[in-house]
C-alpha cells in the first residue's frame, strides 16, 4: 500500500518562529488532508489539498502532486499551535492513510 | 452546523469485556469511518459504511469487532471480547461524498473514545 512519511517526527520552537512540516507519499493520490490533533485528541481539519497552494491565517499549504510532497507551514508560531500535525492520503477510494505525525512544541 | 458526534468519550473495561462506541455524522453525509488510533501512532482505517452498506472493512478484526449503521446515520462499533492491545482512541468520521468518484470527500472527524482495557 502507499507509505506516508512526514518530518521533522518532532519539532521544538520559541513562540513567534515560522515552521514547515513536509509529508513525502510513495504514489498518486486522489485527496491529502493536513490534521491538527489537539492535546485533548480532536483532530482538526486544516486543509483539504490534493494539488495547488492555499492559505488561512498564519498557516499554508502546498502540493506539488507530481513529485508527491505536501508541505504545511506556521507562521508567527503560538502556544495553542502545540500538538500533533498529521498529514493523510486518498487513492481514491475514500479511504485515508496517515502519516506519524509531528509532534510541535511551542515555547513561550 | 454541527460536528460528529461520539459517546462515551472514555471507556475502563477488564480484558474479555465487551464494549461499544456509538458515533452520529454530521447531518446529511453519507459515508461513515471508523478509525483506530493508537498511543503514537496516525489513525487507521477499520470500517467505512456508505449510506448503511459496508465498502471496506478489510482491516477490521472481525473475530472480535463488528460494526453496524443500520439506518444509514448513526453508526456503533462494538469490541468483543476486548484484549490489552485494544486500548487506543476509536475515532469516527464522515464526509458527503455519494460514492466512488465523488470529488467532494473531505472527511471531519470526531472527539474520539479513549478505550483503556486493564
Known amino acids: 500500500g502507499i507509505q506516508v512519511e512526514q518530518s521533522p517526527p518532532d519539532l521544538i520552537l520559541q513562540e513567534g518562529a515560522n515552521s514547515t512540516l513536509r509529508c513525502n507519499f510513495s504514489d498518486s493520490v486522489n485527496n491529502l488532508q493536513w490534521f491538527h490533533q489537539n492535546p485533548w485528541g480532536q483532530l482538526i481539519n486544516l486543509f483539504y489539498?490534493?494539488?495547488g497552494t492555499k492559505q488561512n491565517g498564519r498557516l499554508s499549504a502546498t502540493t506539488v502532486a507530481t513529485e508527491r510532497y505536501s508541505l504545511l507551514y506556521i507562521s508567527s508560531s503560538q502556544t495553542t499551535d502545540s500538538g500533533v500535525y498529521f498529514c493523510a492520503v486518498d487513492q481514491g477510494a475514500q479511504k485515508l492513510v496517515f502519516g506519524q505525525g509531528t509532534r510541535l512544541t511551542i515555547n513561550p | 452546523e454541527a460536528g460528529v458526534a461520539q459517546s462515551p468519550r472514555y471507556k475502563i473495561i477488564e480484558k474479555r469485556q465487551s464494549v461499544a462506541f456509538w458515533c452520529n455524522p454530521i447531518?446529511?453525509?453519507?459515508?461513515l469511518y471508523w478509525y483506530q488510533q493508537i498511543l503514537g501512532q496516525g489513525p487507521k482505517l477499520l470500517i467505512q459504511?456508505?449510506?448503511?452498506?459496508?465498502?471496506?472493512d478489510s482491516q477490521l478484526p472481525k473475530d472480535r469487532f463488528s460494526a453496524e449503521r443500520l439506518k444509514g446515520v448513526d453508526s456503533t462499533l462494538k469490541i468483543q471480547p476486548a484484549k490489552l492491545e485494544d486500548s487506543a482512541v476509536y475515532l469516527c468520521a464522515s464526509s458527503l461524498s455519494s460514492g466512488r468518484g465523488s470529488s467532494y470527500n473531505e472527511q471531519f472527524f470526531g472527539p474520539g473514545t479513549r478505550l483503556t482495557v486493564l
Open positions: 489539498i490534493p494539488s
Open positions: 459504511f456508505q449510506n448503511n452498506g459496508v465498502v471496506d
Open positions: 447531518s446529511g453525509h453519507a459515508t
